[in-house]
């Protein structure tokens, strides 16, 4: 289909003033539409159009392309819902002055002014992104009064629509009586006219230009690279968290052998729609950064509208237009990935897994239990200490990684935790989102001493140690059991099942399981001779049952649970149940890191620095050498580091 066109000038177009897109003048253009065979070159006449090939045609002319479609969805603005607090609001009877007058009662500043929708009250916001001053005076009205819901005075329209905040839930909602509310007051809403940016704009306005010191420390500018593998990812509003955890995961080298070189063998068997195909689009964004094709200064990088509309597809949160959390993305596209190739064989998502080992020591018998669990990252507490308060501003003292990540490998007397296997990549995020005071997630912004190099060795597990594999048994206990003509298998049972909590309970004990089967099985062979039947005929293999009965101490009931929260559970036999260990030495190097700039993980900007031979910085679709990578480290989220 080839489209020829001709452009009727009636003047420029008027400049967007608000977050929408309005329809497109038709009459400004002339279509002619040319029917032409790709193969022969033919030109294929009008007359002679099939009725298929006609819907065909039209079908084509009116479809919108993914890139329009994302870019309509960029500019539409999400609707909020409205609340309990505004459904059920009761208001009191006040009047207030005229826009143009209107001051915050608590200053004098006479913008950014909400409205309390109960008594009336006008009080300055807090400050904004690009100059936008307050005092942060609707709140405390809150505070005093509790008095939930304002609307943003400048943000009124004609049509009836206005930024509506309550902030008890500290969240945007929206008004469906919003006339009637602000008629309360005397104002009239088709009288009103809108003067301010609303708080999506503000918000996409921040998120699209974005400046995340693209300057040295001497002010200079830092240099653009172009080349393969330094492409960057145009931002499609707040696609910023998207943009820096990708260039991280296409510059791992086990995913760039399965979605940049596997990418055609799949392309030619794929039976799926292409623009709903996850390989497909995984594979076509792979080969854009990696092809060096859009790594010039004529072009803003790869638009990954389609991957985001497939990775996100079914998700609330990442099938929307707002800022969302890095690791959180970095968990949910991980997720994926280990469900798309687990039938193939080919997860490259098992360079980031690791497995941990905790062993918890009973402080009677001292009997010792290990468990161990399967991860792909690693969550490191960062310390909350606060030096100073300047001009309202929490100043946190520097956190030094190697003792932050230590602390998660306190050990006690009883409980202590070691890697039982060692990652490829260890992908490290740092706790920097806490509760605030008033229960709304705040940031840590304190700087963070990173090393160029880690050595895990000395959190490496120890495994299951001779000694701590033998049960204890209280000795008086065990002599009151056996004088009273049990054997000592049986007594050595009841001590175990007990706890070691005396020979009154041990004997009660006995007293209850005498006409067990398995009383007398020896206690080496306990899970062995434990009947399951019941495992096996839910479909389990004999390995699987008797996995599940170990890990639950032979409770059947916990037993079935497990196996029901480990799918992955593989149905080895026996024999090729082996425990797997991990002895090459664990000494990594700083690899890469996604920084996070911004008050809290709903707003703000995302970058991400990689190890190309030298560092570079992806910043959305601009890319830069760095050369001290210092600075840029100490305000990373998520750290990477590389098995050397």
Same mark, same amino acid.
């Given at each position: 289909m080839k489209h020829l066109l001709s452009l009727n000038d009636q003047g420029r177009p008027k400049k967007i003033t608000k977050l929408a897109v309005s329809a497109e003048d038709e009459t400004k253009y002339d279509y002619k539409y040319t029917l032409k065979c790709i193969g022969c070159q033919t030109v294929v006449d009008?007359? $002679?159009?099939?009725?298929?090939?006609?819907?065909?045609?039209?079908?084509?002319?009116?479809?919108?392309?993914?890139?329009?479609?994302?870019? +309509?969805?960029?500019?539409?603005e999400e609707s909020a819902k409205p609340c309990d607090h505004i459904l059920n609001l009761k208001q009191e009877d006040a009047q207030v002055q005229g826009t143009a007058l209107a001051h915050c009662k608590s200053c004098d500043l006479n913008s950014n002014l909400w409205l309390c929708l109960t008594c009336g009250n006008l009080g300055c916001g807090r400050a904004q992104y690009g100059g936008l001053g307050g005092n942060g005076h609707g709140m405390e009205h809150f505070e005093q009064t509790g008095h939930p819901v304002s609307v943003k005075m400048g943000s009124i329209t004609p049509e009836g629509t206005a930024d509506c905040f309550c902030y008890a839930h500290g969240d945007e909602i929206l008004d469906p009586k919003l006339s009637e509310h602000l008629g309360r007051f005397g104002i009239q809403v088709d009288a009103q006219s809108k003067t301010e940016k609303s708080l999506a704009e503000l918000q996409l306005e921040q998120n699209l230009k974005f400046d995340f010191s693209m300057t040295t420390d001497d002010g200079k500018e830092l240099v653009p690279v172009f080349g393969p593998g330094l492409t960057g990812l145009t931002n499609l509003g707040n696609s910023c968290y998207l943009a820096s955890v990708m260039q991280v995961m296409t510059s791992l080298d086990p995913f760039v052998e399965r979605y940049l070189n596997g990418t055609r063998?799949? /392309?030619?068997?794929?039976?799926?729609?292409?623009?709903?195909?996850?390989?497909?689009q995984t594979g076509k964004l792979y080969q854009g950064l990696h092809s060096g094709k859009y790594a010039v200064e004529s072009q803003d990088g790869v638009y990954p509208s389609m991957f985001k509309d497939v990775v996100g597809k079914g998700n609330p949160e990442f099938s929307s237009m707002r800022q969302q959390d890095a690791q959180e993305f970095l968990q949910h596209f991980l997720t994926i990935v280990e469900q798309k190739e687990r039938a193939l064989g080919r997860d490259p998502s098992k360079c980031l897994q690791f497995t941990t080992e905790q062993r918890i020591q009973c402080l009677e018998c001292e009997?010792?239990?290990?468990? =161990?669990?399967?991860?792909?990252?690693?969550? $490191?507490?960062?310390?909350?200490?606060?030096?100073? $308060?300047?001009?309202?501003?929490?100043?946190?003292?520097?956190?030094?990684?190697?003792?932050?990540?230590?602390?998660?490998?306190?050990?006690?007397?009883?409980?202590?935790?070691?890697?039982?296997?060692?990652?490829?990549? +260890?992908?490290?995020? /740092?706790?920097?989102? $806490?509760?605030?005071?008033?229960?709304?997630?705040?940031?840590?912004?304190?700087?963070?001493?990173?090393?160029?190099?880690?050595? +895990?060795d000395q959190y490496r597990s120890r495994g299951k140690q001779q000694e701590q594999e033998q049960p204890q048994f209280d000795q008086a206990t065990l002599d009151t059991l056996l004088s009273m003509g049990f054997p000592e298998n049986r007594c050595k049972k009841a001590i175990l099942k007990t706890g070691n909590a005396g020979a009154d309970a041990a004997m009660n004990w006995l007293f209850e399981h005498m006409e067990d089967p398995d009383i007398d099985a020896p206690l080496e =062979?306990?899970?062995?001779?434990?009947?399951?039947?019941?495992?096996?005929?839910?479909?389990?293999?004999?390995?699987?049952?008797?996995?599940?009965?170990?890990?639950?101490?032979?409770? /059947?009931?916990?037993?079935?649970?497990? +196996?029901?929260?480990?799918?992955?559970?593989?149905?080895?036999?026996?024999?090729?149940?082996?425990?797997v260990t991990d002895n090459k030495p664990a000494k990594y190097e700083l690899f890469a890191f996604i920084s996070h700039k911004g008050p809290s993980v709903h707003s703000g900007h995302y970058v991400a620095c990689v190890k190309k031979g030298g560092w570079v910085l992806f910043n959305d679709n601009k890319v830069v050498q760095v050369p001290d990578i210092k600075k840029y480290s100490q305000e990373a989220y998520i750290y990477v580091y590389k098995r050397q």
């Open positions: 009008e007359p $002679v159009w099939t009725d298929n090939i006609k819907k065909t045609i039209t079908a084509t002319i009116n479809a919108l392309s993914a890139k329009k479609q994302s870019e +309509l969805k960029q500019w539409e063998d799949h /392309m030619n068997i794929c039976k799926d729609f292409p623009p709903n195909c996850f390989h497909c009997g010792c239990r290990y468990i =161990q669990s399967n991860n792909t990252l690693l969550t $490191v507490p960062v310390p909350a200490n606060v030096q100073e $308060v300047k001009d309202g501003k929490k100043i946190y003292a520097p956190v030094d990684f190697q003792q932050a990540f230590g602390q998660l490998f306190e050990s006690d007397i009883r409980d202590t935790l070691g890697f039982k296997t060692f990652p490829q990549y +260890l992908f490290c995020t /740092m706790s920097r989102f $806490v509760l605030g005071d008033n229960w709304v997630l705040e940031k840590l912004n304190c700087p963070i001493h990173v090393p160029d190099t880690l050595d +895990l =062979q306990q899970t062995q001779d434990v009947d399951i039947s019941g495992l096996l005929d839910m479909g389990f293999t004999p390995a699987q049952a008797k996995r599940a009965l170990k890990e639950t101490g032979n409770n /059947m009931e916990r037993a079935v649970d497990w +196996l029901f929260s480990h799918p992955d559970l593989p149905p080895e036999t026996e024999q090729q149940s082996v425990e």
